[in-house]
């Protein structure tokens, strides 16, 4: 009986959120089929764990675990790419905010290739951001980072998706 509960409980708590679990391992890992697997390992992973968890934000807790089990995997895969340092004379475009840039008709697929090209360290903070609506805070604890670090990357990484995007605006 108490085995149902905890079972009834989890589906509650954490099923809710498999969109995003798949959402962000699909980005991490940039392959739907790897995304679709880690996302079964993280939601396995957070079953048996899932004692652990003390209420609080089921979400956040969820992505942690995906997260964490996507850069497991990456590592082992030998896929795992190293950052690329962000020189900002070199990547500045005057002028144009990314409001403008994505309202000028930026299209689903120009978008999505921006995105894939972004190096992983700034692509997660800005799929967490802006694709999963997540806190500064919450995007953190996710990371294992502190907030200022996520404000900086998430400035970087709009930075380089405006750059891109103009960059291919004007390319067309």
């Known amino acids: 009986m108490q085995e149902e509960n905890n079972i009834a409980c989890f589906e509650q708590v954490v099923l809710p ?9 699909r980005w991490l890992v940039r392959n739907d089929a790897d995304a679709e697997d880690l996302t079964q390992e993280a939601v396995l992973r ?6 652990g968890f003390h209420g609080g934000d ?26 690329t340092p962000f020189e900002e004379e070199i990547h500045s475009v ?23 090209e972004l190096p992983m360290e700034f ?3 800005i799929i967490l951001r802006e694709l999963e ?7 953190a604890g996710i990371a ?7 404000m900086s990357r998430l400035a970087r990484a709009r ?14």
């Open 46 to 51: 957070a079953f048996r764990f899932f004692g």
């Open 17 to 25: 959120h498999l969109d995003a679990a798949y959402n962000l391992a």
């Open 133 to 139: 609506d997540l806190s500064y805070k919450e995007i």
């Open 123 to 125: 692509r997660e903070v």
């Open 159 to 172: 930075k380089r998706l405006q750059l891109s995007l103009t960059t291919r605006k004007e390319g067309v």
């Open 58 to 83: 089921s979400r956040a807790w969820l992505l942690t675990i995906v997260r964490n089990t996507c850069y497991t995997w990456l590592q082992q895969e030998r896929a795992y790419q190293h950052f």
């Open 144 to 150: 294992n980072i502190p907030v200022g670090t996520v």
């Open 94 to 116: 005057e002028g144009a905010t990314r409001e403008t840039v994505l309202v000028e008709g930026v299209d689903g697929q120009m978008l999505n290739q921006a995105l894939e």
